[in-house]
T-cell receptor, first 117, second 116 residues
Framework: DQQVKQNSPSLSVQEGRISILNCDYT??????FLWYKKYPAEGPTFLIS?????DKNEDGRFTVFLNKSAKHLSLHIVPSQPGDSAVYFC????????????????FGQGTTLQVKP | DTGVSQDPRHKITKRGQNVTFRCDPI?????LYWYRQTLGQGPEFLTY????????KSRLLSDRFSAERPKGSFSTLEIQRTEQGDSAMYLC??????????????FGSGTRLTVV
């Protein structure tokens, strides 16, 4: 049962344009959502996160939007650059029952972004 | 500190052999995680440690898999009697307590296992 889904395996955009990567989830107990970027032969690198109590978080060229009613989040990259070409993973953290959480993340399948010069 | 280190980077083994991977986390991080990633999928949680205590194991971690973190520093993941289905990238990550939620953990570059 895939609790976090990235339904687009790939996305191609022109340099300078906006890239929009989408992610859907099914579990309403998710507390935080994170985006990771992965280059070949490297581990995933943390990019940006958003708390479930917010609907937007921005960091430079990267903005994450959360629509809790639709159980949907998206990552916007503006403007896109060729160096952004990578696999992007959406991940979710389940709400903790105690004072701290396990930190266990549930990942989507990833979307490969190609930014063409 | 150079981040999370994993060794080896690549491992090819024959079916039925045992393999062991090592992970050295960021020194001040008390949490260490193991994930497995297969082609076309995102990383899947296997297990995690807080200091030397193994606090949770996924049902993906069959009895052929064992992980240790004996002194709360480096960790090892051993797979006994490897099967072709074990071929995957094994990723280690570390964090300070539950900061994985806001800041994300730091992943290593992974160990790619190929079982032939």
């Amino acid at each position: 049962d895939q609790q976090v889904k990235q339904n687009s395996p790939s996305l191609s955009v022109q340099e300078g344009r906006i890239s929009i990567l989408n992610c859907d989830y099914t579990n309403s107990m998710f507390d935080y959502f994170l985006w990771y970027k992965k280059y070949p032969a490297e581990g995933p690198t943390f990019l940006i996160s958003i708390s479930s109590i917010k609907d937007k978080n921005e960091d430079g060229r990267f903005t994450v939007f959360l629509n809790k009613s639709a159980k949907h989040l998206s990552l916007h990259i503006v403007p896109s650059q060729p160096g952004d070409s990578a696999v992007y993973f959406c991940a979710a953290l389940e709400r903790s029952l105690g004072s701290s959480n396990t930190g266990k993340l549930i990942f989507g399948q990833g979307t490969t972004l190609q930014v063409k010069p | 500190d150079t981040g999370v280190s994993q060794d080896p980077r690549h491992k090819i083994t024959k079916r039925g052999q045992n393999v062991t991977f090592r992970c050295d986390p960021i020194s001040e991080h008390n949490r260490l995680y193991w994930y497995r990633q297969t082609l076309g999928q995102g990383p899947e949680f296997l297990t995690y440690f807080q200091n030397e205590a193994q606090l949770e194991k996924s049902r993906l971690l069959s009895d052929r898999f064992s992980a240790e973190r004996p002194k709360g520093s480096f960790s090892t993941l051993e797979i006994q009697r490897t099967e072709q289905g074990d071929s995957a990238m094994y990723l280690c990550a570390s964090s300070l307590d539950g900061l994985g939620r806001s800041y994300g953990y730091t992943f290593g570059s992974g160990t790619r296992l190929t079982v032939v």
